[in-house]
């Protein structure tokens, strides 16, 4: 009832939709909020299992019509600051890893930034495991990008010194 507007960067947990949620959506319409969406994702395998990410609610808000201002990926202006906010580096030196075509991988071609595809993300059960060839280029034409390279999945394992 105070806010200005709403800050969405995701779903808590793994939901399978926007419906928890609906409620909150549609008092924030009514109040005429505008939403700033900070992940244009849909959806987000977390520990195994798919739920909705930020888009998914910004989508929703959109079709109540709500004002939904969305940044970030794919958005070019993401990929050409953030290599410079770490360390001034040539964007051949920049890797996009990502499980997602229409925001990682697209979003890093548009850039002309190296990316990885990680294909047990969110593209899994069309891609199969590991990676089927015809699946993964009707992909790349439907989304108009081709990753530079595909692993299966990716595991980070830090090293802890002693």
């Known amino acids: 009832e105070e806010?200005?507007?709403?800050?969405?960067?995701?779903?808590?947990?793994?939901?399978?939709?926007?419906a928890p949620f609906?409620?909150?959506?549609?008092?924030?319409?009514?109040?005429?909020l505008p939403m700033v969406c900070a992940n244009a994702d849909l959806e987000a395998v977390r520990a195994g299992v798919?739920?909705?990410?930020?888009?998914?609610?910004?989508?929703?808000?959109g079709e109540l019509g709500?004002?939904?201002?969305t940044h970030g990926k794919p958005a070019p202006a993401l990929f050409e600051r953030a290599p410079e906010r770490v360390a001034p580096?040539?964007?051949r030196q920049v890797l996009m890893i990502g499980d997602g075509f229409a925001t990682d991988?697209?979003?890093?071609?548009?850039?002309?930034l190296d990316s990885l595809l990680v294909a047990g993300g969110i593209h899994a059960a069309v891609l199969g495991r590991p990676p089927q060839?015809?699946?993964?280029?009707?992909?790349?034409?439907?989304?108009?990008?081709?990753?530079?390279?595909?692993?299966?999945?990716?595991?980070?394992?830090?090293?802890?010194?002693?």
């Open 66 to 69: 709500g004002e939904v201002f």
């Open 105 to 112: 991988i697209a979003g890093a071609a548009r850039a002309g």
């Open 22 to 32: 609906e409620s909150v959506l549609r008092r924030a319409r009514a109040a005429g």
């Open 133 to 162: 060839g015809e699946a993964f280029e009707a992909l790349c034409r439907r989304h108009d990008c081709r990753p530079t390279r595909v692993i299966d999945e990716l595991r980070w394992d830090p090293v802890v010194a002693d």
């Open 89 to 91: 580096v040539a964007p």
């Open 3 to 18: 806010a200005d507007f709403l800050l969405n960067t995701g779903a808590e947990g793994n939901q399978p939709d926007a």
């Open 50 to 61: 798919r739920g909705i990410s930020a888009g998914a609610l910004a989508r929703r808000y």
